[in-house]
């Protein structure tokens, strides 16, 4: 039987849920009382959390077990994924000093670019034959269903596959991220975590736990524990209400962290101010953690401090990559707060083009984009290009694999309809009606098509020298888009102009302006025959002048 890394990686894909769920769940499900929840908040489906304890006994695990990982539990809309790695990054630099905690788990969701990155030991992710190996464990021990349950969905299976791997592997520390929500997440049924966390609050995943922010408080602060202490930075003054009132309700202690005064001053890590308010919770957190789980009990180092900030890496957030004439800004901001944090931060002040994407049932990206543009124009940052696109990487390589590739895009009436929604949110409530609006089928096109923008208007001495690329509104895009700059991949396998004209043609659902100009622009050609054409005045994008 095939054991491999991809055959594990399509067994999960298969057991994806296609969309989450929009009716309430059955009364008794796995022998839970789910009519009482229903009463109580506005649970939708099954919860994720349900059949979690039952799989884990399956595998021969133990609450015991369960809890001796030493748990750091945390919730949130923004910044759990930097609040967990500066956790973790404290806690191995406190360790390697004093030799606790010698292993230090994390599970955090989702990957960025590989599926393995989601479980880290001493934050170097699975290598893909463990991967394999423990999910075929889990997998192997399900399928005999002993207690007749359904099987685990795609998110569960990766929460079964970290806690089953943290187990075998004896960390001292595990510091694990919900999927979304808390109350009802499958990361849920830790009974004795050593501290909880709940990040800064917003809208998210309304559909799912709520439209205000008090029910999303509720849900979040489910990971509050008896006896447990948890950390929050400031909220607005109904979240911070609510976890309160969620506290004292599972009598735990909820601690309003202020930003430390022990970290350093004027660090890259650091900025935006948000990364400070984070790294402020997750010191509170590990202070907590060493308090109640180090023998004697100790203090983490000033000098801890400053090396757990300089080694702290979290990538697609405030990540700047830097190629000379191209300055890249990636950010997975994926939510109105999100991308207000983003459009604020003092490295984009020559930014001058956008590329963005998100494609979710779960979100409305139209009031991510209407943030994004007026967070950017209090910014006073003027945008002269904006591309959208999709979450596939690249046309293919040959003619037939390219136009299997971006007939099903073009195809396809409710993208078309969402990339005009885009379009005239962007220029009618962003006040950035001034800019170049584009669509580019394929993420690898987009990025194309942002530094031909870049190059051709800094020969034609039009913007200074390091003009910026903001590529943000999902973690989609952003893992795929660094993941080709890292292989440095982008000149290659492009759709040419003539490709996308003859497959567009028959499809009238795209004959909007933003179709023609993104069919007539300018593209990216060998050097030399670039800077003859620029010097030219070959035009960038029709209609308008970068």
């Known amino acids: 039987m095939d054991r491999s890394f991809k055959r594990a990686i399509k067994l999960l894909n298969i057991v994806k849920r296609p969309a989450r769920p929009k009716i309430n769940p059955p009364k008794d499900i796995l022998g839970l009382e789910t009519a009482n929840i229903i009463n109580k908040s506005n649970v939708k489906g099954v919860p994720s959390l349900f059949g979690m304890i039952e799989w884990l006994s399956e595998l021969g695990h133990s609450m015991d077990d369960i809890n001796n990982l030493n748990v750091i539990h945390v919730a949130g809309t ?152 948890a950390f929050s930075p400031p909220q607005e003054p109904e979240a911070a209400e609510m976890l309160q009132k969620r506290a004292s309700e599972k009598n735990a202690k909820l601690n309003f962290v202020a930003d430390d005064h022990d970290l350093p001053e004027n660090v890259t890590q650091l900025t935006p101010d948000v990364q400070r308010t984070n790294a402020s919770v997750a010191m509170a957190a590990v202070r907590s ?169 800094k020969h034609a001495d039009l913007i200074p020298r390091g003009a910026q690329i903001l590529v943000t509104g999902s973690q989609h895009l952003v893992g795929t888009a660094l993941d080709l700059m890292m292989k440095d991949d982008l000149l290659e396998n492009s759709t040419t102009p003539e490709v996308k004209e003859e497959l567009f043609k028959e499809n009238y659902e795209w004959q909007a302006p933003i179709m023609s100009n993104m069919m007539r622009r300018y593209q990216i050609q060998p050097e030399a025959k670039r800077l003859k054409d620029r010097t030219d005045g070959q035009n960038v994008s029709a209609g308008s002048k970068p």
């Not at 405030?318 to 800004?329: H, M, N, R």
């Not at 124009?377 to 904006?386: C, F, G, N």
């Open 78 to 229: 923004k910044g759990k994924g930097s609040t967990c790695a500066f956790i973790d990054s404290f806690l191995r630099t406190h360790g390697n000093r004093t030799g606790f905690p010698r292993k230090v788990g994390l599970y955090t969701s989702p990957h960025l670019v590989e599926p393995q990155e989601r479980i880290r030991i001493n934050f170097r992710p699975l290598l893909k034959d463990i991967f394999a190996k423990n999910f075929f464990e889990i997998d192997d021990t399900l399928s005999k269903n002993v207690h007749n349950t359904p099987r685990p969905r795609r998110l569960q299976l990766f929460a079964l596959l970290a806690f089953h791997t943290f187990i075998k592997e004896g960390v001292d520390a595990a510091v694990i991220e919900t999927h979304h929500g808390g109350e009802y997440d499958s990361t849920n049924f830790v009974k004795k975590p050593v501290a909880t966390v709940v990040t800064s609050l917003g809208l998210d995943h309304t559909k799912q736990l709520g439209s205000t922010i008090d029910q999303i408080a509720w849900h979040k602060a489910g990971i509050f524990k008896p006896g447990v202490p």
């Open 289 to 457: 953690f060493l308090d109640q789980r180090s023998n004697p009990k100790a203090l983490i180092y000033q000098e801890d401090i400053q090396k757990g900030i300089k080694q702290f890496k979290w990538p697609g957030r405030f990540q700047i990559v830097d190629q000379g004439d191209y300055q890249w800004y990636f950010d997975s901001a994926h939510n109105e707060m999100s991308v207000e944090v983003a459009a604020k931060c003092d490295s984009l002040r020559r930014l001058k083009v956008v590329i963005f994407s998100l494609l979710s049932d779960q979100r409305d990206g139209t009031k991510v984009v209407e943030a994004l543009g007026s967070a950017l124009k209090k910014a006073r940052v003027k945008i002269d290009h904006i591309i959208f696109t999709t979450y596939v990487r690249d046309p293919g390589n040959t003619p037939e694999e390219r136009e299997n590739t971006i007939l099903p895009i073009i195809k396809d009436k409710e993208m078309a309809k969402l990339i005009r929604e885009y379009e005239i949110c962007w220029r009618k409530n962003n006040c950035q009606n001034k800019s170049s609006v584009g669509f580019e089928l394929t993420i690898r096109d987009a990025l194309q098509w942002g530094k031909g923008v870049v190059q051709y208007t």
